[in-house]
């Protein structure tokens, strides 16, 4: 089978039909994630964007909160999937022009602008680059540093060829060099080249332009683009990072010498009500900023850093954690207090701030450096998109949608996905995408599969009579390693190894180009070992395996030499011992990599229905999108009625009837053929693996078996119940939702009410449940707006620690406070005290709190005292996931695999998540989610098959002496007794083992070998590891 | 793969090679990526692995077992630390211990070899029924542990070093228990029971003990 190169499959305008299902317009990792779980639920996809290269936003992010991952080297392996992908073309450098038709057959136009290179001939080698005599201020690194008039955007970029800045080019400006034409051996630059008209036609649009940051020039109140020193924390997030202007080193921009003191100003172009600026929250900056300091003490353990804030937003699952992080740093101070930038010295180009405490007035203070933390605006062109697309934008300027069903926009077959919908952080883009895809697939299910391509891989070769082969391919991740391992020097080492046969590096060897590059030299080179030393498997191993298959090895060959996390990043100032190091490491995998065989993978069956575990909006929105793509779905309802944490909803705080929403919701479950719901049922048991699980479910006295290929558990959460403020003792202290419930029934305790005070983090943000609940915020203020409504006398205190409606929640927080509901900020070292009146747990209720501002005790009279009581994971989620064997928080909430870019799966294959159970959240936010878990089930339900690890226990029957070690150790039944001639020998289903390896070191006589990690393939690491004395034995 | 893959013959391979400290980095318990919870497993490796230590002289602090997650890169970079410089503190391999370098791989390979026999012993014996951490440090601390280990793992391990020992050529009781740095009583037992088995046999010219 001759191999399907990755270059046939990339974009060409004349031999390709112009046919797909769907357009995802923006690459950034919205559109990337769209376009993958499309593309794997069987769509062809195109996935368009107006820069040289997909990446978006999160490729210039140094790191992401809240696990402080390398941004780049989690978004990029995907760059790559999308790539190599047989059902995505994708086109960069592209603008759409005219979208016709609709929902089922869209007619776009597109304008392919000339990069003036060709994208098939490029190698991306960069002597162009080199060549070129212009410099320009490169965009990628925010105008820090300098590039060409003709370079590659950023190293990983995809696709990895050059492009031509028109406005800098002398040739195009006046056709004055053509250097680089010469310089080019493969002829690729064509500095002719014209605008290409394209014209595709799709069923379907997913909308995932993202967002621009906001522009502090344009107001210059904080001295922006005047004073050298005052960078935006996009510019210093380039700062830090190793692939920025300085190469890791956080430089300032005036001398270049590093900063001592550091200060970070929230809120810059949000939650302002002035021209120019945007009233809402950007979401996003608080933990950026906090990720920014700790990242400072990183690169710096003396830098002094100091946030001045208002709110301090940290709503977000481990957010608060991250917070405190940052916060109990040595050096570093959060000063709550509005700011101005006061001037720049002259001499040192330090700038100066001026501020005001509660305790000390008003200060001025110097820095070296001030970071402006910005906010997010609507993307650049939002109106332009909004008319070519004939979508609605809301009063921010962002895109309009269904206030039950974020994804979708006002026009039917255009979906939304990422931050076009406002500001949000990574997961929500990513949820969102995975939703859109599921929204999609309701529309397009009918032509699922009919335009798909599977990929094709080459024949295995058969090695079996081969002396070990080894390749070792070294990388320098930018400067990750190469700037502390001396890359020349431990190829040259590795050349020198036993069995090595060809070793070189690469600066990228993650780039599609050397990716390629490695299996070409597989077969140039006979090669059938492969070691790439480089990052971590965790993200990069399943891409070198590909390569190795397209080189037509198998894919067990290949191992995965560490040397960044195991030692250049941990080891950044010893550059000599580093290097050592990276040679043994190097060792022990060479040396391991000549005893690997190569492994067969096991194609399971899938089976195509799905369960549901929990009826509520999440549980239900998420069976309803699996069943409208045909699949039949199983609803587990704990509760006799349908509707969950909803049912005690009644409003959003955009005004919407939730009642009437879940009402049709549940109507819609309830009619729906393939939607089989059971209430009144518990999980007693859960059996089985990704696409053949065997729950069993008792529902009203009878018990039943339910088989099913994926499992979504929507278990949702519940209000905590507090045990603080009197609640329970006094009739007149009741919590948010009791508060909700009498609201919307018009309760008559309500009427006499003259003055009520709302206290906010009750049970949450502290040493036992350290987390924000996220809602409660909102929620305040959602009543308390109500209330005014009813009754604009009433006297509102809310006695809250930080306001945390984010988002466009911070307008409702404004409208609040402008109708005369009071916030008054407490210190959880001294929390508001109610107390009663007299002892019959009625009547008026005293508050008293410290007045931060006032510097005072204020006491308040209260007719009613409203607890704003945190989310708490829902009583049985333990439960359900010790069934299907997922994991929980340290909150006990559920755990997903991944906190940016896997937000609703499960590390447990087939298994997803969605809703509360997940963390506290809007309804909004449970409804993007639930279809995101459903786009993500469908990306396995849609095969027929699903492919399990090679790398599982075997039982070598000669050496088995039945002593049933291993099966005790087993507590995934994989290993049973199997009846042989020579008696009872225990054997391993492959299908169930999961390669924990556990029996292996149980079993007395080695019989029960982990295939891919054996007694000998470890056992040789150590003897590599350590070489200086000959092993005993 | 699970840090309860981690096998007594590579904790050991280690030592013999030559290295001074082994470390083993698991995942908090109550947190296993797999349900099979191997990080208890790992615990009473570690156990184990220190208590056979001890019996051959070694010292059992070489070996170190922390759990970490994925997060707790300061704290394992501080965990290293500390654990570098305390072996730095025990000196070099067998130095520290006053042990001959020959003699330390002799006691290794005893060990080694007693694994599967090591293996059955902790499947039959060494369960701890309850999955907390403290129960499994209470139960390997115990004095019935220590009885436990005294009756079925001392004695062959003690027969396994004079095997060892004898393949080089016959030696006295007294030859054997200076060269193992055993106490001559117990050497003199040992040989009593391994002549009845048949292992070894006493050769009256040489007055000496040789491989049977």
């Keep these: 089978m001759e191999k399907e190169t990755v270059k046939a499959q990339s974009f060409n305008i004349a031999a390709d039909d112009g046919l797909g299902d769907v357009m995802v317009v923006g690459g950034g990792i919205s559109g990337i994630q769209a376009a993958l779980d499309l593309a794997t639920a069987g769509f062809k996809v195109y996935l368009v964007e107006r820069a040289p290269t997909i990446g978006g936003k999160m490729a210039q992010l140094d790191k992401t909160f809240p696990t402080n991952d390398c941004s780049m080297c989690i978004e990029s392996p995907k760059f790559i999937e999308c790539d190599r992908h047989p059902n995505i073309e994708i086109l960069t450098y592209t603008e759409v022009d005219t979208v016709e038709g609709e929902a089922g057959n869209f007619d776009v136009t597109l304008t392919k602008k000339p990069r003036y290179v060709r994208e098939d001939v490029c190698t991306g080698c960069n002597t162009c680059v080199e060549y070129c005599p212009i410099k320009v201020p490169d965009r990628y690194n925010q105008g820090l540093s300098e590039s060409k008039a003709i370079h590659i955007h950023f190293s990983q970029a995809v696709p990895l060829v050059t492009y031509v800045d028109e406005e800098h080019c002398l040739y195009l400006k006046d056709k004055k060099c053509n250097i680089c034409v010469g310089v080019c051996k493969n002829k690729a630059i064509d500095l002719h080249q014209k605008p290409e008209r394209v014209k595709i036609n799709v069923g379907a649009i997913v909308l995932s332009p993202g967002y621009e940051v906001f522009d502090p020039r344009l107001r210059g109140d904080y001295g922006y683009g005047q004073i050298e020193n005052v960078v935006t924390s996009l510019d210093y997030e380039r700062l830090l990072c190793s692939t920025g202007p300085f190469e890791g080193e956080a430089l300032r921009p005036s001398d270049k010498k590093h900063p001592k003191n550091i200060a970070w100003i929230h809120c810059v172009g949000s939650r302002q009500v002035i021209p120019g600026g945007n009233t809402y929250c950007s979401a996003v900056c608080c933990s950026y900023t906090q990720k920014q300091v700790i990242l400072s003490k990183d690169h710096d353990p003396d830098v002094k850093a100091t946030v001045f804030h208002n709110d301090i937003r940290s709503y977000g699952k481990d957010f608060e954690r991250f917070y405190q992080r940052a916060e109990n740093l040595p ?260 040396a391991r990599s000549a005893l690997l065989e190569p492994l067969e993978e096991y194609d399971l069956p899938v089976n195509k229905a799905a369960l549901v575990v929990g009826g509520g909006v999440a549980g239900m929105t998420s069976a309803l999108s699996l069943a409208n793509q045909g699949f039949e779905t199983y609803l587990i309802e704990k509760d006799s009625d349908l509707g969950g944490m909803a049912r005690r909803l009644h409003y959003t705080l955009e005004g919407d009837d939730v009642q009437a929403y879940v009402a049709d919701l549940v109507r819609k479950v309830y009619r729906h053929p393939s939607v089989h719901v059971s209430t009144d049922a518990t999980i007693t048991h859960v059996a089985g693996y990704v696409g053949n699980f065997v729950t069993t479910v008792r529902a009203q006295g009878r018990t039943k078996d339910i088989e099913h290929g994926a499992a979504i558990l929507a278990t949702g959460a519940d209000e905590y119940k507090p045990t603080e403020y009197l609640y329970h003792e006094h009739e007149r202290v009741i919590t948010q939702l009791e508060l909700e419930e009498r609201i919307a029934g018009g309760d008559e305790s309500l009427d006499d009410v003259e003055s009520l005070v709302m206290i906010q983090c009750v049970g949450c943000r502290q040493p036992d449940k350290n987390y924000c609940a996220r809602v409660c915020c909102g929620q305040a203020v959602k009543n308390s707006l109500k209330l005014k409504d009813a009754n604009p006398d009433m006297a509102i205190y809310v006695l809250f620690r930080d306001m945390r409606t984010y988002g466009f929640a911070e307008n409702y927080y404004r409208e609040a406070s402008t109708r005369g509901v009071k916030f008054i900020r407490y210190e959880p070292s001294d929390k508001p005290v109610v107390e009663a009146a007299g002892d019959s747990g009625q009547g008026a209720l005293s508050v008293t709190a410290a007045d931060p501002i006032l510097g005072k005790r204020l006491a308040i009279d209260a007719d009613m005292v409203v607890l704003s009581a945190a989310v708490v994971p829902a009583a049985g989620t333990q439960e359900v996931a010790r069934q299907f064997k997922v994991a929980t928080s340290p909150d006990g909430f559920f755990q997903e695999a991944h906190v940016k870019l896997r937000p609703v799966d499960f590390a447990a294959e087939g298994v997803f998540l969605c809703g509360t159970a997940h963390y506290p959240k809007h309804l909004s936010e449970t409804i993007s989610q639930a279809y995101g878990a459903a786009g993500r089930a469908i990306t396995l339900l849609s095969h027929d098959t699903v492919t399990a690890s090679g790398s599982v226990c075997e039982v070598n029957e000669a050496d088995c002496v039945a002593c049933g070690a291993c099966i005790s150790a087993c507590t995934y039944g994989a290993i049973e007794w199997r009846e042989t001639p020579q008696g009872r020998k225990a054997h391993v289903n492959p299908v169930l083992c999961k390669g924990d390896g556990l029996c292996n070191s149980k079993c007395p006589t080695g019989a029960i070998p982990l295939k891919h990690y054996t007694d000998e393939e470890v056992l040789c690491q150590i003897d590599a590891a350590l070489p200086a004395l000959v092993p005993v034995s | 793969m699970c840090t309860g893959r981690v096998d007594l013959s590579f904790v050991l391979r280690a030592f013999s090679n030559g ?194």
């Design chain 1, 331 to 590: 050096g570093v101070r959060f000063i709550r207090s509005y700011v101005s930038i006061g001037k720049e010295i002259p001499d040192t180009k330090n700038v100066t701030i001026r501020y005001a405490t509660n305790e000390d007035g008003v200060k001025e203070e110097e820095f070296d450096l001030v970071v402006l933390s910005v906010g997010m605006n609507p993307p650049t062109g939002a109106q332009d998109i909004a008319a070519k697309f004939g979508v609605e934008l809301d009063s921010y300027g962002f895109c309009k949608t269904d206030p039950f069903n974020p994804i979708l926009t006002s026009r039917p077959g255009v979906f939304l996905s990422g931050a076009f919908n406002g500001p949000v952080d990574i997961p929500e883009s990513v949820v969102t995408a995975s939703g859109a895809g599921s929204l999609t697939g309701e529309l397009l299910n009918y032509r699922r599969g009919k335009l798909a391509r599977d990929r094709i891989y080459p024949t295995e070769r058969d090695v079996e009579e081969e002396e070990p082969k080894v390749g070792v391919f070294l990388c320098h991740c930018g400067a990750n390693i190469g700037r502390v391992v001396d890359i020349p020097d431990v190829v040259d080492y590795s050349l020198g190894l036993e069995n090595v046969v060809h070793a070189e590096e690469g600066l990228f060897i993650c780039s599609t180009d050397a990716a390629q590059q490695i299996s070409e030299t597989i077969r140039e080179k006979g090669l059938n070992r492969v070691v790439v030393a480089a990052c971590t498997p965790r993200t990069h191993e399943p891409l070198f395996r590909d390569t190795l298959r397209e080189g037509g090895l198998n894919q067990y060959f290949f191992d995965f030499a560490n040397i960044r996390e195991h030692c250049s990043w941990v080891h950044a100032r010893e550059k000599e011992e580093a290097t050592s190091k990276a040679k043994d490491i190097v060792r022990m995998s060479v």
């Design chain 2, 19 to 212: 290295a001074d400290g082994v470390f083993i980095g698991g995942c908090w318990l109550g947190e296993c990526h797999y349900l099979t919870e191997g990080n208890y497993d790992a615990l009473s490796l570690m156990h184990i692995c220190k208590k056979l230590l001890g019996y051959i002289g070694v010292e059992p602090d070489r070996l170190r077992l922390e759990w970490l997650s994925s997060s707790e890169g300061i704290r394992f970079a501080d965990i290293m630390n500390d654990f570098s410089a305390q072996i730095r503190r025990l000196g070099r391999l067998g130095e520290g211990e006053g042990l001959d370098a020959d003699v330390l791989r002799l006691k290794l390979e005893a060990v080694t070899q007693l694994i599967p026999y090591v293996k059955l012993v902790e499947r039959e014996r060494l369960r701890v029924p309850l999955k907390s951490e403290e129960e499994y440090n209470t139960f390997f601390a115990s004095d019935e542990l220590t009885r436990l280990f005294d009756e079925s793992v001392a004695g062959k391990l003690t027969i396994s070093q004079i095997m060892l020992l004898l393949r080089e050529g016959p030696l006295s009781t007294r030859e054997i228990s200076e060269a193992l740095r055993l106490d001559p009583a117990e050497v003199s037992r040992q040989l009593n029971t391994s002549s009845r088995q048949g292992l070894v046999r006493y050769d009256e010219g040489l007055r000496s003990y040789a491989l049977a």
